[in-house]
Nanobody, 125 residues
Framework: QVQLVESGGGLVQAGDSLRLSCAAS????????MGWFRQAPGKEREFIAGIMRSGGTSYAASAKGRFAISRDNAKNTVSLQMNSLEPEDTAVYYCAAVRGSLTKPTLNYGDIDYWGKGTLVTVSS
């Protein structure tokens, strides 16, 4: 059973940057498809960014140009660098992992085998 633990959330102001990290146990992140989702109050959980085993990345339209997902195989972590944060980015951010294969670069909720418990990001205006 893969366990995912997020860290790095907090309260920031609009325009600030924040870096989230996800530490995985029991399996190397390089053997999984990893991703980040977020869920704002009253909204559905949505895909933000993903990184394939090959290192290829994909992003939601809302994240392109502002967010960057990366993987550190030595530390067995996946990170999400978030720049130019906006109040609309306020949400609980979840790390996610897929153990199988996907035929598309983006992740859907139903693809996910493992979830972290989430970390709260609050962006004030």
């Amino acid at each position: 059973q893969v366990q995912l633990v997020e860290s790095g959330g907090g309260l920031v102001q609009a325009g600030d940057s924040l870096r989230l990290s996800c530490a995985a146990s029991e399996r190397a992140v390089s053997t999984l498809i990893m991703g980040w989702f977020r869920q704002a109050p009253g909204k559905e959980r949505e895909f933000i960014a993903g990184i394939m085993r090959s290192g290829g990345t994909s992003y939601a339209a809302s994240a392109k140009g502002r967010f960057a997902i990366s993987r550190d195989n030595a530390k067995n972590t996946v990170s999400l660098q978030m720049n130019s944060l906006e109040p609309e980015d306020t949400a609980v951010y979840y790390c996610a992992a897929v153990r199988g294969s996907l035929t598309k670069p983006t992740l859907n909720y139903g693809d996910i085998d493992y979830w972290g418990k989430g970390t709260l990001v609050t962006v004030s205006s």
